[in-house]
């Protein structure tokens, strides 16, 4: 069964539906913690296209690679959104390898929606806009050392809120994630005060295993509301 929370920034609502496997093969505990929350998110009057940022939790790389087909198909395509993976033990209460997390918003004008991808594309896309809201995949880049990745992610983050005219004053959640092990949990956050002009109102960070991606141990992911007018 689906958890369902309900966040509030800056004025707008944020639904927050979540899942997570029990048994059974990794890509059937996908398929289930996806029809979870969906059906979810139909009890809320939302549908599928209202998902703006899906993370996904996996328990290891061997999960991981069970899920491949599954995750194209259940995440991807038509339900494209901004997203986010890791690999995190200590997030499955029991035995499940996997986890979802979906955030939804509903929009005044569905066809606002708009998923903007990266120049070369990736595999994820860069962020998704719709109506006055603004969700960012999490940025995560390589680098030689863990400044340089903190930089070249942040970079990422700023051209996000350049190519759509959004400030910092319009940021209202930055969500930072950290490799065990590779730096001090102080040394993210003071970095990120340091780089952000305007302090975000919500501001988490969490301790992961590992990024989806190994060369990358850093993650910045950001949600923006532009104020109305």
């Known amino acids: 069964m689906a958890k369902i929370r309900r966040i509030y920034l800056q004025g707008g609502e944020i639904t927050l539906v979540s899942a997570e496997g029990a048994s059974g093969a990794p890509g059937k505990q996908l398929e289930s913690v996806v029809a979870a929350c ?13 998902v703006a940022l899906s993370r996904l939790w996996m328990r290891d790389r061997e999960s991981a690679a069970a899920l491949n087909d599954e995750r194209e198909r259940l995440l991807r395509g038509e339900f494209r959104s901004a997203s986010s993976s890791f690999f995190s033990r200590q997030r499955m209460s029991g035995e499940g390898v996997v986890a979802v997390e ?7 004008d569905r066809a606002t929606r708009r998923i903007v991808t990266f120049d070369p594309p990736r595999r994820y896309a860069h962020y998704l806009s719709v109506d006055d809201w603004l969700f960012l995949s999490g940025m995560a880049e390589e680098g030689d050392t863990m400044d340089a990745q903190f930089d070249k992610a942040f970079a990422q983050v700023q051209s996000a809120l350049d190519l759509e005219g959004v400030t910092w004053a319009d940021v209202c959640s930055a ?3 950290l490799q065990r092990g590779k730096a001090a949990p102080g040394w993210m956050l003071e970095r990120f005060r340091l780089a952000a002009p305007v302090q975000p109102h919500v501001v988490t960070f969490e301790v992961v295993d590992e990024l989806a991606n190994t060369p990358k141990h850093l993650e910045i992911e950001v949600i923006a509301r532009r104020k109305r007018s």
């Open 102 to 108: 979906f955030y939804a918003v509903r929009p005044l």
């Open 38 to 50: 969906r059906a979810a998110l139909a009890e809320e009057g939302l549908s599928n296209v209202d």
């Open 175 to 177: 969500s930072l994630f």
